[in-house]
């Protein structure tokens, strides 16, 4: 049986699960690559760290050049996160004649065209099924199986941590502050969660697939996003209410010639599939014009979930898959971009507003008349009694006809600025 000698660089939760499954269930990938696929080096950045996984001897340095200076290995799985020192170790990694297998979006979102390029270049290959959504062969689905289709839309919950905040907040009345640290433990999370909770790692992963799926070229700074950091349990509780529940979405979807792309909480039908979404589960909902509508639905964090992406990707490296998708995709080409961003203040939605206003005559008035003002209709209004030791103010909820994002920002401004409201108001699009 021939043998192929790979490494992994980077051995914290999902290099871990990734040297699990290559020492605990070699068989099982002998069947599917046809081949044995041996762990030769694993490289780490501290060596008298304990690790969860017993590896061989030899197998774990802290030399990259263990790995680059061997020509036996033909395969890496890079696992480190973050851009530096990930962009430079990949470079050195293709440039030694090594194909690469990574998770991180945070590098391909950022200088994807770059190490695309060099990777061609060289006549390598570079897998990123695990950077998107972890378990949930996406990539795959949308660059070859959904490949017969012009796709519509693409609608996901794409943070684990996020989806695992909030609900943890929604279904146990957690904190936010808590549920993120229980993430963290699992994890789930990034690093530097900010990336997790401002909605820049959706937004991250949004662009991947965005390129993927409509050719788009944007940037994931330059997608419209906001996070869950300022989720309140108040509105959790007004959205159930409503007959909603609240969920991070990444949104892609064609209006006309042009491609409308947001992350922000939505709220999002009681009942819906989305609505069920729970945990570190992730969820897309891809509509292409054939096949209609397709629904994913897996763990989108977590070790072992992401290591069945990455070894997946492994598998179709070494018999060779992985390189003919790579040189026909063109992933982050020279094409120019077959579509092109919307601006976000015309994206149109159904909103729900709260604010902390007094409880004084007159006030629900100058708030319609203000919303009035800008062309957005009422749909419906939630004022209960002022509770206990709340002082006299109350919340106000007020839920609206489609209107534009635009419209919809200016209203809240101005309504921010009158006398009879405390505080920043709240603002989440309606997912319909
Ligand atoms: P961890 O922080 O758990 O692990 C990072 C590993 O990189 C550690 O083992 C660390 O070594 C090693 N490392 C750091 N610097 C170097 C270096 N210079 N040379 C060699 N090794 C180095 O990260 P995760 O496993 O959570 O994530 C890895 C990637 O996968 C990230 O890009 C992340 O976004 C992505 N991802 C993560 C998911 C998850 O659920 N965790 C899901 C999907 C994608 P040491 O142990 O010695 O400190
Ligand atoms: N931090 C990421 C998340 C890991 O929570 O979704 C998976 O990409």
Known sequence: MEITKVAIVGLGTVGTGVARLLLEHGDRFTRHAGRTLWLEKAVVSDLKKPRDVELPKGVLTDKLSDVTGNPEIKAVVQLIGGLEPDRTIMLKLLESGKDVITANKALLAEHGPELFDRARELGRSIAFEASVAGGIPIVAAIGQCLSSNEIRSLHGILNGTCNFIVSQMDHHGASYDDALREAQRRGYAEADPTMDVDGSDAAQKLSILAHLAFGARVHWRDIPREGIQNLQAADLKFA?????????????????????????PQLVRLGSPLADVRDAYNAVRVVGDAVGKVWFHGLGAGQMPTASAVVAD?????????????????LWSQRPARVAPRDFGMAESRFYLRFDVDDHPGVLSEITGILGRHGISIASVIQHEPTAGAGDAVPLVIMTHVTQQGAADKAVAEIDKLNSVRGRSVRIRVHE
């Open 314 to 330: 492994l598998i179709d490296t070494v018999v060779g898959r992985t390189a003919i998708t790579f040189r026909t995709l063109e």
């Open 240 to 264: 159930r209410e409503l007959g909603f529940r609240i969920k991070l979405l990444a949104v892609a979807q064609l209006v006309g010639d042009q491609l409308e792309l947001h992350v922000a």
